[in-house]
Every structure is written in C-alpha cells, then in structure tokens.
C-alpha cells in the first residue's frame, strides 16, 4: 500500500525562503496551558511518585463528531531537552499553525505536552534531585497517554508527530494504541535500539558528568560545570548543521564566539540532574519488534545531515520494508537543511506532510 522511497524535495527547498518571511511575521498564538494531575503514578521499574505533574500547552478547540469521537486533534511531542513551547518558534508555527497552514488552529486542536523530566512538568530539579524515579521512555509514553485521554478527555488523534524523541515516541504510540489515530509524522529518529555512535555520543555526556567530582552523586552545590561542559559540546556537534554553520560562522573568531555564547546560554538553563535523566531515559527504547502493529499511514522523515540519524548507515530501509503502512523520506542536504533540527523548520517538509494528511482523510 506504501512504498519505502528515497527522495529530493526541491518543491519544499523552493518555498522555504517564502516560508522564513512568513515565519518572522507570525503573531503570537492564542495558547492554553495547564497542569494535569496523575496520583500514584506507578513506573515501569516499579517506583510510584504520588503526584506526576504533566504540564501542556494547548491551541484551537477541539471538535467531535455524532458519536462522540474527537476528530480534529493533534498530538505533537517534543525532543530531548525541549518542550512543547519548542513548537510555538516561528520556522514551525510560523508555516504550520497560522490561518491556511496545513495544522490551521482554526481548524485543528493542537497538544504540546511537557514530558516527565522537561519543562514545567516534574523534574529531578523540583526537589528529589537524584531520588526522582528513573524514568523511561516507556514512562514517558504512558504519562502522554494519560494526559491526552483523561487529562484533556481527547479519545482519537487525527495526527500523531513528534521530533527526535518525539519521533521515538511516535513509534511508540503507533505500536501501542494502533487504533487511536489516523496518521503518523515521526521525525528524525530510528525505531531501533540507539546504539553504535548514536549511544556513545550520549555516554560521553551522561560518564563526564557524573566523573566530575562537584556531581557529589547528584547533591552538587553549584553545577558541576567540567561535566557539563562535554555534554555542552557533545550536544552542539550532535545537533550541528555543517553548511549552515559555515555560512554563518565563516571565519574562526566568528566560531569561536558562537561557541563561547552557546556554551554561556546552555550553562544559565541545564541542570546536571535533569540532562541525566533526560539522556539517560532512552535506555528502554526499541521498537523494532514490533513495527508491524502500526495501522496509520506512517510519514517517516530524516534528513540527510542528521549527525544523530545519518542515513548512510542504511538502518532505515529495512526497518521501513518491514511494514506497508510506513513511507521513508531522506531529505538531501541543502542550505535550507538544519542537520537534527530540520525537524522543527517545517518549510522543508511541508509537502510530505501535505501528501500524509490527503491520504489519512477521511
């Protein structure tokens, strides 16, 4: 029914300059948030935490048809580190959410949920610190779940799409709750094990931190600054785009104060305890087994610069061939490519997801 393909998308790169205009004129957006609840909230491993606190930004109203079936919902979940704010910056609201974009609030009832561990849902950084339970990605999916279905009473998804790990939990729903929605956007990411290079990256940042003697076991005083400075760099070249930055950076001084700004902004936001928390809660993912239980036509995007995801490796296309449902795109480098992030500058893979809702419509 779906075929995996390898392709250029010059009519995307077209409009991405159109599409930059548009994104820095965008107003602000009319958006809700809030705070659900869960008691007792029992993890995989076992540990229970008495109140998860599951933060979520909302736009647009949601709609129902005779039956009762939410219709016009949206489930957008954001990577490592971030949170649904991420997806109010105007490369992705700018093209997506504004009056005629494909995801129109006027039309579409958009849910940007703060993960467990980021943004202002609970956090090691709230108080426990190292005692916060482990979480998982597992964790992290249910808790989604959760606040979707009974937080904010939505009992069907016309889209489900997510970034990084995002994209992982998007798997992860589409396996889970195959039936709850009509499509899936899945965005730089793999449904396997991360593991080779994709893993190493991340143990260098999780073992230089915890190396560091000011970590104390997670009861620093201050930052454990030394650890946190690998995990700043590794991040920066994890997340790099290499023709963008020689663009913008073109001579060394230039580079270097990138570099040093970067490195000053990240040290004023991370908190040792949350970014191990957030690195580490990837240990249980691996979807792979079961790629078969996804029903949605399944929009699967990397790009080609990805430094996380590079599609050389050639993990994809099997994993893709295994199910009909799947459609794999790799979008070539370009100067309109971000590496990682291309996933959030929504100009470049507009008409994938164009070509996704026409089908899934019903």
Not at 156 to 162: E, I, K, Q, S
Request: charged content about 20%.
């Amino acid at each position: 029914m779906r075929s995996l393909i390898r392709l250029a998308v010059a009519a995307g790169f077209a409009m991405a300059g159109s599409s930059v205009a548009l994104a820095q004129s965008t107003p602000s957006l009319p958006t809700k948030e809030g705070d659900y609840i869960i008691k007792n909230f029992k993890f995989s491993d076992g540990e229970t935490l008495d109140t998860l606190r599951m933060h979520y930004t909302t736009l647009g109203t949601p709609t129902r048809d005779k039956s009762g079936r939410v219709t016009n919902a949206v489930l957008i979940m954001h990577g490592t580190g971030g949170s649904g704010h991420q997806f109010l910056r105007p490369q992705f609201s700018g093209v997506l959410f504004v009056p005629g974009g494909l995801l129109d609030i006027k039309k579409y009832y958009i849910i940007l949920p703060d993960d467990i561990g980021h943004g202002k849902s609970s956090k090691p950084s709230d108080g426990m610190r190292a005692n916060f339970p482990q979480y998982g990605y597992e964790d992290m999916v249910n808790a989604e779940h959760e606040l979707v279905t009974k937080g904010l009473n939505v009992n069907h998804l016309r889209l489900v799409m997510g970034t990084s790990m995002g994209c992982m939990h998007s798997f992860m729903w589409g396996e889970a709750w195959p039936d709850m929605m009509d499509a899936l956007m899945p965005l730089a990411c793999e449904p396997t094990q991360i593991a080779g290079r994709n893993r190493m990256w991340r143990k260098m940042t999780i073992d230089a931190i915890r190396s560091d003697p000011a970590w104390d076991n997670g009861n620093y005083k201050t930052q454990p600054l030394m650890g946190l400075r690998v995990a700043v760099d590794m991040l920066l070249i994890a997340g790099s785009a290499p023709q963008q930055m020689q663009k913008d950076l073109p001579t060394r001084d230039d580079a270097d104060k990138y570099l040093a700004d970067k490195t000053a902004s990240y040290f004023s936001e991370l908190d040792a305890n949350d970014f191990l928390y957030q690195v580490g809660s990837s240990r249980d993912y691996d979807p792979s087994a079961k790629l078969e239980a996804i029903k949605a036509p399944t929009m699967w995007i990397n790009s080609a610069d990805d430094f996380i995801n590079p599609p050389y490796l050639g993990i994809a296309e099997g994993l893709a061939a295994r199910n009909p449902h799947i459609k794999y795109v790799v979008i070539p480098e370009s100067m309109q490519t971000h590496g990682h992030g291309t996933h959030t500058w929504a100009a470049v893979w507009h008409d994938q997801m164009a070509e996704l809702l026409k089908e899934s419509a019903h």
